[in-house]
Nanobody, 126 residues
């Protein structure tokens, strides 16, 4: 079992930045690929980005490419999402997710992930 706890959400003006963190419990964090998803009101959960178990491979949704950066620190059991140039369309609850995988192939489908956090709200005002 892996428990995931997101933090770092909040209210920010358009053009601003936020850094989300996702802390994982357990001693097997380095054997998980990690992903970030988001869900806006009235919309389905959508893929944002993912990172392989060793950080060597990353994958971004087109909507965030060039603005968001995913990273991880396996020594701290934490994955990060640096979000820059935020706009109101980025407003959503952001979830981190873990998938047992030692592959560099990354997945953008929510059902591929084994564990989920509770989410953190990000609100971008115009």
């Amino acid at each position: 079992q892996v428990q995931l706890v997101e933090s770092g959400g909040g209210l920010v003006q358009a053009g601003g930045s936020l850094r989300l963190s996702c802390a994982a419990s357990g001693r097997t964090f380095s054997s998980f690929a990690m992903g970030w998803f988001r869900q806006a009101p009235g919309k389905e959960r959508e893929f944002v980005t993912a990172i392989s178990w060793n950080g060597g491979s990353t994958y971004y949704a087109d909507s965030v490419k060039g603005r968001f950066t995913i990273s991880r620190d396996n020594a701290k059991n934490t994955v990060y999402l640096q979000m820059n140039s935020l706009n109101p369309e980025d407003t959503a609850v952001y979830y981190c997710a873990a998938k047992r995988s030692l592959s560099t192939v990354l997945h953008s489908t929510a059902r591929e992930y084994d564990f989920w956090g509770q989410g953190t709200q990000v609100t971008v005002s115009s």
